[in-house]
């Protein structure tokens, strides 16, 4: 009979143990690609987050914590720029397009974020795909309001629907805008980015629902105001917390940068989004590698459990390699059966433990989009992926020659004597 036939007979006479062995093959290459595919589709996702716009501008503080609060609505500005900064930079010769924001306002822990229009024209995400709206328009009036769609889907609120945005951005928060709410007009649809979980509105709403406060208080004449006190009311506002720059062309990135980190009317920062991506993507690079390395030990164990498995039942099978011996085969025939047992059972696991990472991502893709905000594109497996398989299996095979080298030794002494 052809050895590998041999083989696979031998490993279906031990069905159970086989099958346990092939499943806990198949789990540790399940967990290590599939980290290896979160990590590389976070990556990305991460990257992307912000797309087609060349300069970050704020007050000066660290680039990091820039970025973060402006793009990805964490933690909060050290200090506003003025409108007036602001116009300036705005106009210079080298500025395509500019979009202000103003940030400090929360809807039940959702980040309220005031701009103009031109944000859902200008700002973009992934490769250079704009926003779209899944319902609705942009605003256009002063308390209407945009919704993101995981805030829209959260708490499953509809065009038409009237939300009260509520003062400071925590979670929590004792200070609501109850007299001046603000009506719907429009749903985003999902981007996999910060904006899927930011309320917007416009930068005249902001100044409208601050109208009157000192210190951060409502005064007892601002909690009376209605939307009729601004009909026709000018509400420019006099600082914004940061604004997005586009250049007409790139090449005067690097000089527009350190003009306005020079500017001498305030102390402002401008940052490169990409490059401080990077430099953010590498604070948290650790984390990242940390979980790689636990991944792969997860793999070594299930390696390490196979060739253990497969050494205690050498014992076992002394009556079985005597029988094959008897029959003609010789030892390094016995060498073979059992590294091909192992290659067997390194093979189906790979294959098994790929094939599922793939059919958990079709199923579970939407939930991590819900529930991290992440998008874990489905392509076809590629190169990097079978090269990690390929190595598993080439480490199962030499795994595998310490029982094979084990078995070729016993079957050089042990005859149709059976030892007890």
């Known amino acids: ?230 009909e026709g009311k000018d509400l420019q506002p006099e600082t914004i917390t940061a604004a997005f720059v586009g250049l007409k062309s790139r090449m005067a990135a690097f000089q527009l940068q350190r003009a306005i980190n020079e500017y001498r009317e305030e102390a402002l920062l401008a940052i490169m989004p990409a490059l401080t991506l990077q430099e953010l993507w590498q604070l948290i690079g650790i984390a990242e590698k940390s979980l790689l390395v636990v991944s792969a030990l997860v793999v070594f164990s299930t390696l390490l459990g196979m060739m253990i498995t497969m050494l205690s039942s050498l014992q076992e099978r002394r009556r079985e390699i005597a029988i094959l011996r008897a029959v003609g085969a010789r030892p390094h025939h016995i060498f073979f059966l059992l590294t091909n047992e192992a290659l067997f059972i390194a093979v189906l696991g790979a294959l098994l433990g790929w094939a599922a990472l793939y059919l958990s991502l079709y199923g579970l893709s939407s939930y991590f989009v819900d529930w991290f905000g992440i998008h874990l594109a489905i392509s076809a497996p590629n190169l990097k992926e079978a090269g990690i398989v390929l190595v598993i299996v080439f480490a199962a095979l030499i795994m595998s020659l310490i029982p094979g080298w084990r078995a070729y030794k016993n079957s050089l002494f042990d005859g149709l004597t059976v030892r007890t």
């Open 1 to 230: 009979m052809n050895l590998w036939a041999l083989s696979w007979k031998s490993l279906a006479n031990r069905k159970i143990t086989s099958v346990l062995t092939v499943l806990s093959f198949a789990l540790g290459v399940l967990l290590l690609l599939g980290v290896e595919k979160v990590r590389t589709e976070t990556r990305q996702s991460f990257i992307s987050t912000v797309s087609g716009t060349d300069l970050i501008i704020g007050a000066r503080s660290g680039p990091v914590n820039l970025l973060l609060y402006s793009v990805f609505r964490i933690g909060n500005a050290t200090n506003n720029i003025s409108w007036q900064s602001y116009q300036d930079i705005a106009s210079s010769r080298s500025v395509a397009w500019s979009v202000p924001i103003a940030l400090g306002d929360s809807h039940k822990g959702f980040r309220v974020l005031g701009t103009t229009p031109a944000y859902f024209e200008h700002i973009q995400y992934g490769a250079k795909q704009s926003l779209t709206f899944a319902q609705g328009v942009t605003f256009d009036e002063v308390f209407d309001v945009v919704l993101g769609a995981d805030v829209a889907k959260t708490l499953g609120y509809q065009l038409g629907e009237n939300i009260v945005i509520a003062h400071g951005a925590g979670t929590v928060s004792f200070v609501k805008h109850d007299n001046l709410p603000f009506k719907v007009v429009g749903i985003l649809a999902p981007t996999g980015t910060p904006s899927d979980r930011t309320v917007f509105v416009s930068l005249a709403g902001i100044e409208a629902i601050h109208e009157g406060w000192q210190s951060g208080s409502p005064s007892a004449k601002s909690l009376k105001l209605s939307h009729q006190d601004f």
